[in-house]
T-cell receptor, first 113, second 116 residues
Framework: AQSVTQPDIHITVSEGASLELRCNYS??????LFWYVQSPGQGLQLLLK??????LVQGIKGFEAEFKRSQSSFNLRKPSVHWSDAAEYFC???????????FGAGTRLFVKA | DAGVIQSPRHEVTEMGQEVTLRCKPI?????LFWYRQTMMRGLELLIY????????DSGMPEDRFSAKMPNASFSTLKIQPSEPRDSAVYFC??????????????FGPGTRLTVL
């Protein structure tokens, strides 16, 4: 069965610093991968998704993610973090042959001034 | 479109009472999902519907929980009787159902349930 692992429960970065959030997936074939963001008191919102093609995917709010099959990873990056990026970030994989989405446990991002 | 609408946004009730959470999906979306989020267990899928029909309810914790979707624009999640361990944020999400494995889910703002 598919699964995603987010090794970091929380991360703290300084405003203006670069960010990388880790995600590893477990899946035999080409996975369908997503990153969602949850701001405090809100529901989840899609940042970006990868299905095929270019392994570097651009998303909203200046985020990007890179699919690396050899490492079974789909890490999320941003070159310069803003205070408004403080939120919880979920990596997810699409269910094979279905319409469910399987979410990781989430990584909470704290941004310090 | 107004997005996924959930009501109420906050609910405080006493143990043993019936609780009903409501959801209006995005118009034209064929799939509707109910999730529960807690600090201890994270985000859990409870049940999902396709064209108003329940497809997978394996995540429903026990018989106290029930969900219905009487039409394409409305769904309810009911807990009867409620218990303190049901305290959580409950999210509803919908998706278009265009292609397997690749659908984007659109989440509502959630209902924060507190059972005293």
């Amino acid at each position: 069965a598919q699964s995603v692992t987010q090794p970091d429960i929380h991360i703290t970065v300084s405003e203006g610093a670069s960010l990388e959030l880790r995600c590893n997936y477990s899946y035999g074939a080409t996975p369908y991968l997503f990153w969602y963001v949850q701001s405090p008191g809100q529901g989840l919102q899609l940042l970006l998704k990868y299905f095929s093609g270019d392994t570097l995917v651009q998303g909203i709010k200046g985020f990007e993610a890179e699919f690396k099959r050899s490492q079974s990873s789909f890490n999320l990056r941003k070159p310069s973090v803003h205070w408004s990026d403080a939120a919880e970030y979920f990596c997810a994989v699409g269910d094979t042959g279905g319409f469910k989405t399987i979410f990781g446990a989430g990584t909470r991002l704290f941004v310090k001034a | 479109d107004a997005g996924v609408i959930q009501s109420p946004r906050h609910e405080v009730t006493e143990m043993g009472q019936e609780v009903t959470l409501r959801c209006k999906p995005i118009s034209g979306h064929d799939y509707l999902f109910w999730y529960r989020q807690t600090m201890m267990r994270g985000l859990e899928l409870l049940i999902y519907f396709n064209n108003n029909v329940p497809i997978d309810d394996s995540g429903m914790p026990e018989d106290r929980f029930s969900a219905k979707m009487p039409n394409a624009s409305f769904s309810t999640l009911k807990i009867q009787p409620s218990e303190p361990r049901d305290s959580a944020v409950y999210f509803c999400a919908s998706s278009e159902g265009l292609a397997e494995s690749t659908d984007t889910q659109y989440f509502g703002p959630g209902t924060r349930l507190t059972v005293l």
